[in-house]
């Protein structure tokens, strides 16, 4: 397994205004954090319940990575430590909390912790200023909006006998979602590559420097990578602004060498019509 370490910084995360306390007078000394008996020959692997923001591990004894966004791994670079010593500190941060452990180091493998999921207990309230949403109420709005009737209909692109349409584009605080659906008239199952978001020239064509800028989507809600006949989707981009010779474009591209790709062309004005999300749509649940 590669370990190569994701951690910001090597020192403790302990000053109040990042970890904050429970009161005006809580302190934790790693002699009252939750212990992770750790060793060198066992991989410690903790689970969050949300996408991981940022890992710190207080001393270079222990390596880990995060193989997913809400993995993290764990194990001491060696042996050489007494039963009982405290090794390292490791704080987790996610979207909306923040997460301590004490890791104790044991010499008896049957002793090491393999798998730790961040109980609710274990979880410190956290405003993440890097996280204007969270992954949870984005897919909440998404959801929703996956769900709702389309109020779009007149932006829409043919290829290959298929039809790309534009469903509904909503503006929920610092995000747009684009809702896009796919009519497959053809018997051949479109296996998904990958979904691009870009925003090109409209003279793309004609243009000797024409310019494409690469977006990357904050979410896109169905993580599904086939389908025959009917496809429907919800992609997140962050808010933006784009002059009029610009199209923002979702484009997506089958995967085999020879396969299809159908591409919807969304307009500024489009954007601009975006709607507020309804809070309607939510109390539908």
């Avoid at 007149?154 to 584009?169: D, G, Q």
């Avoid at 199952?189 to 904050?218: C, G, S, W």
């Amino acid at each position: 397994m590669n370990m190569n370490l994701k951690k910001i910084g090597t020192v403790f995360l302990l000053t109040a205004g990042l970890l904050g306390t429970r009161n005006a007078q809580a302190q934790t000394t790693y002699e009252e954090m939750e212990q992770l008996t750790v060793n060198e020959q066992v991989t410690t692997v903790i689970t969050a319940s949300e996408p991981v923001r940022m890992v710190d591990i207080s001393t270079d004894k222990v390596v880990g990575d995060q193989p997913l966004d809400n993995i993290v791994r764990l194990k001491p670079k060696e042996a050489g430590h007494e039963d009982g010593e405290v090794i390292a500190i490791v704080t987790v941060i996610t979207e909306r909390y923040r997460t301590q452990y004490a890791l104790v180091y044991t010499t008896r493998l049957k002793e090491a912790v393999t798998d730790k999921e961040i109980l609710p207990h274990e979880r410190n309230a956290y405003n993440n200023p890097a996280v204007s949403m969270s992954t949870a109420e984005m897919t909440r709005f998404a959801r929703r909006i996956w769900n709702s009737p389309a109020r779009i209909r007149n932006v829409a692109t043919k290829a290959h006998r298929m039809v790309m349409r534009l469903n509904n584009i909503y503006s929920v605080g610092d995000y747009f979602f684009i809702d896009f659906s796919i009519e497959n008239k053809t018997n051949i199952r479109f296996d998904i590559d990958e979904i691009r978001v870009k925003l090109v020239d409209k003279k793309l064509a004609k243009a000797t420097n024409a310019q494409t800028i690469e977006l990357t989507p904050a979410m896109i809600l169905e993580p599904g990578k086939t389908f025959r006949h009917g496809y429907r989707n919800v992609l997140v981009i962050k808010k933006m602004t784009f002059p009029n010779d610009k199209l923002l474009t979702v484009e997506m591209t089958e995967k085999q060498i020879s396969g299809r790709n159908i591409s919807l062309n969304i307009d500024y004005e489009d954007v601009l019509s975006a709607d507020s999300f309804n809070a309607d749509l939510l109390e539908e649940e």
